[in-house]
Structure formats: C-alpha cells, structure tokens
C-alpha cells in the first residue's frame, strides 16, 4: 500500500510515497482543502460549492463537483474520498495529515511535560517541528468558513513555542532560552505567561538585574496599552526577585563509610535509547535538587534490554555521587520469585546492617531501608520484578535516593513511580546495533541482507545480540546466507542462539508464568500468522465446541494477562473502535513451536468467527454482488459476541480484517477448517468485488477451491469457480473464464441448484458479448432470464434483462433494448436494487446517445453517476464517467471531456480492464487531435493500439492503425 501524506501547513500539497503529486486547478485543490480541514466529517454538497464557487455557482456546479472528486480519487489512487448524505468526507489517519501529527505531539509533549518529563517533550516537539512548514494553506485563498479552524492552528503553533521554552526551562537551557522568548513576546506582547518565562529564565542564569527590567518593560506596556496592572504571577515573581536570600542551611558532616557498587558490566553504547537515558537522567537530577526519591519502572517484552538500561542509567547516575549502587534480581521469571522480606535483608546488610539489628518482621525491614536511604542518595537496581506487591516494600519514601525496577509485566499500581515501556528498535538503530557487532564495512558490502536479518530478528535487542555474535564469530560467512536461514519461520529460534545466549530461553520464562487460559491463546495465536487481530479472536479459541458465545469476559481477561505481559502487543483499534492485536515475530514463531494439533485446532473456530462476521458484512453491503451466496451460516459455526456492533459498517469491517481473514485460507487443513474456509473465501469475494482487488481474490479463491476440493464439496467448487472465471473477466483473459464459467455451470447443473447455474451462465453471456459474439450472449442471457425466473431470483432476472437489452442494442433493435432497459430497471426499483438500476439507467443513457438524444443521455448519465458514487462504487462510476466523456467529446465539450475520460482511464489501469483502457485511450487520442496537440494524441493512439494487439482485437488494432499511419508518415 502507498505510503501517502497530506500537506495543509504550508502550502497545500499531497505527497505519495515521498513524491509530491499534481493536484489539478484551483478548484479540486479548494474541494480537496475543504475536506481535509474537516477530515473524517461530512462536508455537505452545499458548503463545498460555496467554497468551489464563492460567488456564482453554475447550474450544473453538483455534477462538477462529482467530476472534481473523481479527479481527487484518480491522484490520490486509494478510495479516499467517500460519499455520504447529502456531502462527501475524506478519510485520513491520523498519522497522514500534517495537522494532526503535529497537534498529536503537541498533546504528546503536553503530557509529557505534566508527568514532569521536559526531555521527552522536547523530543515531541521536535518531531513536531518538520511539519510546519507555514501559515496554513498559504497558497490558497481562504473560505470564510475556514476562519475558526485556522484559528485554532494557530493557537497551537503558540502552544507548541510555550512548551519548548517551559521544557527548556525545566532542563535548565535558561541562557539558551532567552532569545527565543524574546522572539516570541515580539509576536505576542501581552503574553503574560511569556513574560513569566523571560523573568525566570533571566533570574536562574544569573541576570536579576535584567529580570527585574523585564518586569518594569511589562508593566509599563500594560498600563500604556491596556490601563491595566500585571497579573499576580508576574507581581509575585516581583516580589521574589526583590526579596532578601537566606543564607543555605549546613549539613552535618557524615561519618566516612566505605560505599558499595555491586553493577554489573556496563554496555558502553546502548543503542537506541538515548532518549531513555536521557529522560530519566533528567528526572533523577530535578527530583534529587528538590530532596525527594525517584522510582522509576521499566517494563517491555522478553529481550527488549530492561536490564541493560537499567544498569546503564545507574552507571552514569554513579558519576554523580559516590553513594551506594546496588543491584538485587528478583528471580520475577522464575518458578519461585524472591520473597521482599529476604530481598530487604540483604539490602539493608549491603548498606552496612548486621544480622544482630536486622528486624525479623518484613514491615519493620521495609521501614528500616526507607530509614537507611532517607539520607543517602543511593542507586538501586531491583531487576527482573514478578509483581508491583513484590517491589512496594523495597522503595524508599524520602530523601534523594534512586530506584530502578525492571520487569517484564507493567505495573500500574505504583503510580509514585515513572514508567517506562521499552519497545522494540526502529529499523535505524537496530542496523546500527548490528553494525556495531559485526562490523560496519560487512554490513555496508551486504547492506540489503543485513536489512533482511534485522527484519527477520524483529528489530529485538537479544535477537540482534545474538545474530550479530554468531557473525562475529564466523567472520566468512556471508550475510545473505545467515538471513536465508532467519528466513525460514520454523527454524529461526535454532538458529537465534550462541553459548548459553538464546532468543527462547529468553522466551520460555515469560511463557511459563502464563496460566493456563493464557497459556492456551498464547500458543493457538502462534498460528494466526504475522498479521493483527481483533479480541474475540481469544474468545474463539477459548470456547469449548458449541456455539456458546459468552466468555467475552473471559477472553477479555485472558488478553490483559497477554498484553501486561508484554507477550501481545496492543498495536491500535479497528474500524468499530474495538483494540486490535499482534505478536512479535519471534514469539509468534515460539508459540508456533509449542502449539500441538489441538491448539492448531482451536484456530477453526475463529476461521468460523470470521465467516460469521463476513457474512452479516455482505447483508449489509451497499452493492449487492451478482454471484452464488454459499449456505447460511451452519448453527453449529462458533459466532463472535455482539456481531451487530462489529459489522456496522461492513465496507470498514472488511477493510480492516480481510487480510487476517485471508491468512487463514491457505493453512486452513491446519486447522481443521477446510469447509469454513471456502465459506469464508467466497465471503470475501464481494469486498474484493467493491475494491477491484484482483490478485486478492484470485489468491483466496485458489485456496478456496483446494479447501472445497479437499472436503468434497461439489457445491463449493461450483461456487468458486465462477468466481475465479469472474476474476479472468476482469483480467480480460476471456478463454479461462469461458472454461471456468462451463465448469461450474456443469458442476450447478449435476447438482440441480437452478439459480448457480444461471449466475454461471449468465457470466459466460458476457464474455460473449465483449467478443462480438451477439447470437451466443443472447442465447446464454435467455437462458439465465429462464433459470432466474424459475428459482425467483429478481436481482437475478434484473441483470439478465439488463444483459438482453445491451445484446439488443449493439443489435440495433433499439425499440426492443429500450423495453428491456425499463423493464429491468422497474425491477431493480421494486426491490430496492439501486446498483443494478443504476445499471440500467446507464445502459439507457447509452441508448440515448445512440438515438442522437444527448440531453437525455447526459441526464441519464448524471443519475447514473451519483447513485455509484452514493454507493462508494468507483468502478461502476469510472465506467459511466467514459460514457459522459465520451458524450462530451462528441458534443464539443473538449475540457470536460478531458477531466472525465482521465479519471475513467485511471480506473480502468487501477482495475487492470485493459479493453476499456484501449477504448478510452482511443478516445483521448481524439480529444488530443482535436485540441492540435499532435505528440500527446499519437501518445494516446500508440497506447491503445499496444492494448489493442495484446488483446488480440483485430477490428479494433486495424482501426487504430490507420488512424495513425497518415500521422506517422508525415
């Protein structure tokens, strides 16, 4: 999927995968400013023809603005812009649209700054900082409409400075700072929170005297300019700066004691969490200068470095006092974690106790180190913790003294305590931590295969560790065959271990504190694959075997075991708002290897789960799609709870969870699944349907067919080969389809299901039809209207009267195409189809325009058009959208013409329909022509006529090749 990003500080722009993409005229990008400074809203037609045409609208200005949103969805090659009730909205994730990426660090950094962590905000507003590039929308005229949005950008451009300086101030750049908040008060003089900072800042870096002019300058402007006295805060830093200053109280000296250090070896470079240090640094020297404690937590998964940064950390702590560093492990990941009363005891001997005044009792222990560390600044790393009731005891409560806990669960419970959550390196520091390991100039001369082994080591500290010193050690051996050998899943943690270093010894403490219920899901999600998945995923496979779909709770409580455990990673929410899930590659391989075949089997229920859900998805589609719908789902299929709420929105449904749900086609005899997986596939088909998503479907459907094949299951087969000769249609590769559309018609026909076999039939009639053939597309329509009549299939006998009514035409016999066309589309109207009478509206358009009647044609045309854009049905739209230009271009209309057969033409190479492609390329070679633009029309041409030969189409390659001989020999 591209990589896109959208641009609305600064001048408007949208980049796609890093390169910036034509946006078109002046009203597209007014349309396309429009949605986005509402994105995810519904902007009503009629506030973005007041923005597209501020002072005198046309009368066709709703059909222009279709035209212009077709334009927008051709640029931006995704389905982004959606229509709703009576508007249209665009659909933007947060981490594309420069506006909220900014406004997120913003919050980020304001947070950040409320847990009293001025470094890591200063790292938010950084990362901030790029993408504002400008006043927004600085190259576009502005709405009035737009007027509070802006205004809030603004505001927050301000907030953003006034956080840089408060997080500045905080660590301690009070010289540095000066000039930037003299900047600032330039902008915004009555700022008193400004004034606030420069007083300060001045003060703490020796500069009172200036301080002191600071506030005069203030109070005099604000008198002058508003008649008013500053603030209480400016009046209270006043009276501070005027105030006398007590001399510092004198400490008692302390007797000299031999200190203690028990760390470990420090990792001189640890790569990757400087920022880490960095914060924690900070917060240690800022709650130490105020005589209190710090308690600092770091949790992550198995692997990620807790150990390695906290002892770190409190080397580099050691350079700033010669007091106590200790380091205790708490045997967290064993069968028998340490109890807090033994560990207080050899704390308190380590800082000088004797077993004759060490108290028995653990409360009278944990009061004697809070005691003991009351006046020390001491450094204790309490690694590998089991719980936060294991660690409470061991903190101290006053004085200047630092603790470190690592853990591999999170530990919400001690909320004094500052919490870090260690996750996995980016891409760039892990291929530097390989680097470092193995050398700089191997992984220059390998450099996409080191890529490939920091993937497949899933960017983990240990793994990386690992990998890296078995390359050490083999200083021939090529990177691309090591990451050939990490390649292979079921092999990668033999391969992830030297000496007493593994990868899965690391993992199997983690997996062994599990209970059981969690131990269970951990292993059957092994088998899910590398993609995410929802919760009730863990209620699938939980459930005993009926259809029992309570337990949500259970399963619930089964994932937060998961997830605090850091052996599932919480990585968002779908499109119902409900959070999503996904496992590290290594432990999704380590669960893997300890699924046996009833773990494996659990999996079935969850492939029914998804069948479940896509099934009630396809009732609620806005298209319906013309196919065979398997059985109802079976009573006995296991169903996630409260699946209403799940598909509510069945395009966002499939849209989030096709990719999951596909993954689990092939393994499917795996599981045990081969009857639910078919069902599953051909569930599928209708969304793939929708998004022209051909490959896709093709891959699931092969699966699909193997599944069926396996089971037996002749319907099945039936099913899924008229899709897959569907799919050939729409790849134009005719004679497949025809072979594929025979043998499911055949396989329908043995097994009497009437209704199948016309679907299959009818299919056939269209490859015939798009040949030429004529005499055998009606044949087969006839024939599929008979079988649709049979069974009462009206959606059914609608398009087949649709299919004899377009044979008719090409035909001539327009009287009889035209009772067809009405025909089915009052059908279509009296149950509610409105796709297929769209269908028929735009088939009687074509008719129109075939008569000479182009008014009517282009009214028809228009009706056509918004019914699919109203269904968000781009394909459908693309191909009425050529019908119009192709009207336009025969009328005159040659700018329109343009616009529309450009955003037809990108649908069509979207969709791979390499016949409509010719067509409309045939066309633009016309339009080019006409316009004198001789190079772009012979572009045009010499395209079509490439298609033209590929297609084997002779009448239509002769065509163009006499158009162009003339052309080509002048």
């Not at 700072?177 to 600032?184: F, H, I, K």
């Not at 891409?427 to 082994?453: C, Y």
Request: hydrophobic share 40%.
């Amino acid at each position: 999927m591209a990589e896109i990003r959208f641009h609305l500080l600064g001048p408007l722009g949208v980049e796609i995968d890093g390169r910036q993409v034509p946006l078109g005229g002046r009203k597209p990008r007014l349309l396309l400013a429009a949605l986005l400074l509402e994105s995810g809203a519904l902007v009503s037609t009629d506030s973005l023809i007041d923005v597209v045409w501020p002072e005198d609208p046309p009368r066709s200005a709703a059909a222009n603005l279709r035209t212009y949103v077709h334009s927008l969805r051709r640029v931006l090659t995704e389905d982004r812009i959606h229509r709703g009730p009576a508007g249209y909205r665009i659909a933007v994730a947060r981490d594309e649209l420069d506006t909220t990426v900014f406004a997120d660090h913003v919050a980020t950094a304001r947070r950040a700054m409320a847990e009293d962590r001025p470094a890591d905000a200063l790292t938010q507003l950084a990362a901030a900082e790029p993408h504002w590039r400008g006043a927004p929308l600085a190259d576009m005229p502005h709405h009035h409409s737009w007027g509070p949005v802006l205004a809030r950008l603004d505001e927050l451009r301000l907030e953003a400075d006034e956080l840089r300086v408060r997080a500045r101030l905080a660590c301690g750049e009070h010289r540095d700072v000066v000039p930037d908040l003299r900047e600032l008060l330039v902008r915004d003089p009555f700022r008193e929170e400004l004034w606030a900072h420069l007083i300060v800042a001045l003060d703490r870096c020796g500069r009172r005297a200036e301080a002191v002019e600071a506030y005069d300058e203030v109070e005099r402007l604000f008198r002058e300019e508003m008649g008013a006295a500053p603030g209480p805060r400016l009046r209270d830093l006043r009276a501070r700066l005027t105030a006398p200053v007590p001399p510092a109280p004198r400490r008692p000296p302390r007797s000299p004691r031999r200190t203690v250090c028990q760390l470990p070896l420090d990792v001189p470079d640890l790569t990757g969490r400087e920022e880490h240090v960095a914060d924690v640094i900070a917060l240690v020297r800022r709650r130490q200068a105020a005589g209190d404690p710090t308690v600092v937590v770091i949790s992550g998964p198995p692997g990620v470095g807790k150990s390695s940064l906290a002892v770190h950390i409190a080397h580099r702590l050691r350079r700033d006092t010669d007091d106590d560093h200790l380091h205790v492990g708490l045997a967290g990941t064993t069968a028998a974690p340490r109890r807090a009363s033994d560990v207080l005891g050899e704390v308190l001997r380590s800082l000088g106790a004797s077993d004759k005044t060490l108290p028995s009792d653990e409360s009278e222990r944990a009061a004697a180190l809070r005691s003991a560390l009351s006046h020390r600044s001491s450094c204790v790393v309490l690694d590998d913790a089991a719980s936060a009731a294991q660690v409470r005891p061991l903190l101290p409560g006053t004085g200047p003294s630092v603790v470190l806990v690592t853990s591999r669960i999170r530990m919400p419970e001690l909320t004094a305590a500052r919490h870090v959550e260690l996750d996995v390196l980016d891409h760039d520091s892990a291929l530097r931590l390989l680097s470092g390991i193995v050398g700089t100039a191997r992984v220059q001369a390998e450099p996409e295969h080191a890529a490939r082994i920091v993937d497949s080591c899933g960017k983990l500290p240990l793994a990386l560790w690992v990998a890296g010193a078995r390359l050490a050690g083999r200083r021939r051996l090529s990177l691309s065959y090591f990451a050939d050998r990490l390649a292979d899943e079921r092999r990668r943690l033999d391969e992830l271990r030297v000496g007493d270093l593994a990868v899965r010894a690391s993992l199997e403490l983690s997996y062994a504190r599990l209970p059981g219920e969690a131990a269970t899901a951990f292993r059957a999600l092994g088998a899910l694959g590398p993609v995410s998945f929802p919760g009730w995923t863990v209620g699938a496979i939980l459930a005993g075997d009926n259809t029992d779909t309570t337990g949500a709770d259970t399963a619930e409580a089964v994932l937060d075991v998961l997830v605090d455990a850091h052996l599932v990673e919480l990585v968002g929410e779908d499109a119902t708002g409900a959070p999503r899930y996904r496992m590290h590659d290594l432990l999704r391989c380590y669960a893997a290897e300890r699924a046996d075949d009833t773990d494996r089997r659990r999996i079935r229920r969850v492939v029914e789960g998804y069948y479940a859900a896509a099934s009630a998805s396809v009732e609620r589609m806005p298209v319906r799609y013309f196919g065979v719908a398997p059985t109802p789902v079976p009573p006995t299929y296991w169903r996630p709870h409260d699946l209403d709420r799940l598909v509510r929105d069945p395009v966002a449904w499939f849209d989030a969870e096709h990719p999951t749900a596909a993954a689990l086609l092939e393994p499917a005899a795996g599981f045990a699944a081969d009857g639910a997986a078919w069902r599953l596939a051909t569930v599928l088909t209708p969304y793939y349907d929708l998004r022209n998503r051909w490959e896709d479907w093709w891959r699931a459907d092969e699966h699909a067919l193997t599944a069926a094949r396996r089971t037996g299951d002749r319907h099945g087969e039936a099913i899924v080969l008229r899709d897959l000769g569907q799919v050939r249609v729409y790849q134009d590769r005719y004679e497949e389809a025809l072979r594929l559309f025979d043998r499911s018609a055949e396989l329908f026909a043995r097994l009497g299901h009437a209704q199948g076999e016309a679907v299959a039939v009818a299919s056939r009639g269209t490859v015939h039809r798009i040949r030429g053939d004529r005499a055998r597309a009606l044949e087969c329509s006839r024939r599929a209207l008979e079988l649709f009549s049979q069974v009462g299939d009206l959606h059914g006998e609608a398009v087949a009267r649709i299919a004899i009514g377009t044979v008719r035409m090409d035909e001539g016999a327009f009287d009889d195409a035209e009772t067809w066309f009405t025909d089915a589309y009052a059908l279509a109207c009296a149950i509610g189809d409105r796709h297929r009478a769209a269908h028929a509206v735009h088939r009687q358009a074509l008719l129109h325009q075939r008569r000479g009647q182009l008014g009517l044609a282009r009214q028809r045309l228009d009706e056509a058009i918004a019914v699919f854009d109203d269904l968000d049905d781009d394909h459908c739209a693309g191909y009425a959208q050529q019908s119009l230009g192709e009207l336009c271009l025969r009328s005159g209309e040659l700018a329109h013409a343009q616009l529309l057969l450009a955003n037809s033409l990108a649908v069509h190479r979207d969709t791979g329909d390499r016949r409509s492609e010719a067509v409309v390329s045939q066309r633009l070679g016309e339009l080019h022509e006409s316009l004198g633009q001789e190079q772009t029309s012979r572009d045009y041409f010499h395209r079509a006529l490439a298609l033209w030969r590929e297609l084997s189409a002779e009448p239509q390659r002769s065509a163009v090749e006499r158009r162009l001989r003339p052309v080509d020999e002048a």
